[in-house]
């Protein structure tokens, strides 16, 4: 009997066995939805410059250019002569303490103003040599028919830088100079200045050097102050200032 019952156990297992062998397959699922892409990746850094390359050849010359035409006179040729330096310092009419420089530098440069406004000339005096000088400056231009603000210059010297040396006269013109103040307010000095003249003290001069074989260069210092009589502000006035110039020379015929 107990055989009976394991026998029905077994052919029952084995025909639940035969019966699962039979079924389908199902049937495939549906795709899932693609996923959102991902963000770019972030810009790699920039490499460094490469090395920079050797220099090529120079290139060759190129052609010269024609010259250009002669211009009109310039400046270079009305203050090649060289200047004269003014400073007055003293008190304005209106009673105001001032200083003023100037630097006159112009000089004409027709024959016909040669004898008057840049000329030496000298005479042998035994063992002494006299020189006369005569030289004008202008302030802002060489004209002197419309523009006559200029220092002028008369003097007669003795062996001039030696150990000799004796100025023997000097006069200065001071013509139609205005006198500046920071405020605008002007006054005019027009004055002719003589060593020995009225008011004038005597006139210094220092570091005199003369040299005939160098343009005739002529350099020196000077001061001098003229009493409030003989002058345009009213008051003392004290003048001083410095010649550097090259005059010019007349050949004998």
Same mark, same amino acid.
């Given at each position: 009997?107990?055989?009976?019952?394991?026998?029905?156990?077994?052919?029952?297992?084995?025909?639940?066995?035969?019966?699962?062998?039979?079924?389908? =397959? #199902?049937? @495939? &699922?549906?795709? $899932?939805?693609?996923?959102?892409? !991902? +963000? %770019? /990746?972030?810009? *790699?850094?920039?490499?460094? =410059? #490469?090395? @920079? &390359?050797?220099? $090529?050849?120079?290139?060759?010359? !190129? +052609? %010269? /250019?024609?010259? *250009?035409?002669?211009?009109?006179? #310039?400046?270079?040729?009305?203050?090649?002569?060289?200047?004269?330096?003014?400073?007055?310092?003293?008190?304005?009419?209106?009673?105001?303490?001032?200083?003023?420089?100037?630097?006159?530098?112009?000089?004409?440069?027709?024959?016909?103003?040669?004898?008057?406004?840049?000329?030496?000339?000298?005479?042998?005096?035994?063992?002494?040599?006299?020189?006369?000088?005569?030289?004008?400056?202008?302030?802002?231009?060489?004209?002197?028919?419309?523009?006559?603000?200029?220092?002028?210059?008369?003097?007669?010297?003795?062996?001039?830088?030696?150990?000799?040396?004796?100025?023997?006269?000097?006069?200065?013109?001071?013509?139609?100079?205005?006198?500046?103040?920071?405020?605008?307010?002007?006054?005019?000095?027009?004055?002719?200045?003589?060593?020995?003249?009225?008011?004038?003290?005597?006139?210094?001069?220092?570091?005199?050097?003369?040299?005939?074989?160098?343009?005739?260069?002529?350099?020196?210092?000077?001061?001098?102050?003229?009493?409030?009589?003989?002058?345009?502000?009213?008051?003392?006035?004290?003048?001083?200032?410095?010649?550097?110039?090259?005059?010019?020379?007349?050949?004998?015929?």
């Amino acid at each position: 009997m107990k055989f009976i019952k394991l026998l029905g156990i077994a052919v029952l297992a084995l025909g639940v066995s035969m019966t699962s062998c039979s079924i389908e =397959d #199902g049937k @495939d &699922g549906v795709d $899932g939805i693609d996923g959102v892409d !991902g +963000q %770019d /990746g972030l810009n *790699g850094a920039d490499g460094k =410059d #490469g090395a @920079d &390359g050797q220099q $090529g050849p120079p290139g060759q010359d !190129g +052609q %010269d /250019g024609q010259d *250009g035409q002669n211009g009109a006179v #310039g400046l270079e040729e009305m203050i090649k002569y060289g200047a004269v330096t003014l400073d007055l310092s003293g008190t304005r009419p209106d009673g105001v303490v001032f200083e003023d420089s100037a630097t006159f530098r112009f000089t004409p440069i027709d024959a016909d103003d040669f004898d008057s406004y840049n000329i030496v000339s000298s005479t042998q005096m035994g063992d002494d040599i006299e020189y006369n000088f005569a030289f004008r400056r202008f302030y802002s231009s060489p004209d002197g028919t419309y523009n006559i603000n200029f220092i002028q210059w008369e003097l007669v010297v003795i062996n001039p830088g030696q150990e000799t040396q004796n100025v023997q006269s000097a006069t200065v013109t001071i013509n139609n100079y205005g006198v500046i103040g920071d405020d605008n307010k002007y006054f005019m000095v027009d004055n002719v200045f003589a060593s020995g003249g009225a008011g004038v003290s005597e006139m210094v001069f220092t570091d005199m050097v003369f040299d005939p074989n160098a343009g005739n260069h002529l350099t020196f210092s000077y001061a001098f102050t003229v009493d409030a009589a003989n002058n345009d502000s009213g008051n003392e006035l004290s003048v001083s200032g410095t010649v550097d110039i090259n005059l010019l020379e007349l050949i004998q015929p």
